[in-house]
């Protein structure tokens, strides 16, 4: 039998870092390991007219940033044509 608290055991390289039993996990505030885990976010600013109709600005440079941004995140990126066409 493996006592996952003894620092000693194979599966340990100290004290500070061994395995342990299911349980809670303590995480800072600050840490990013989570944050935005397999997500990208692109907003994109649209406009009225007068005549009424609505145009979305430059939506080709947000497609390219959310290409840029899902190669990052190792995600595969949606191709321009189709984000501008969405």
Known sequence: KVDLD???T???ASADDCLRPFGP?????TS??????QSLFEGL???RREDGTIVMFRPDMNA????SGAR?????????ETFVAA
């Open 6 to 8: 003894d620092p000693t």
């Open 45 to 47: 600013k649209a406009f």
């Open 10 to 12: 194979p599966f340990s």
């Open 25 to 29: 996990i303590e995480l800072y505030p």
């Open 32 to 37: 990013t390991v989570l944050n935005y885990g």
């Open 72 to 80: 990052r995140f190792l995600l595969p990126a949606v191709d321009l």
């Open 64 to 67: 390219r940033r959310m290409a």
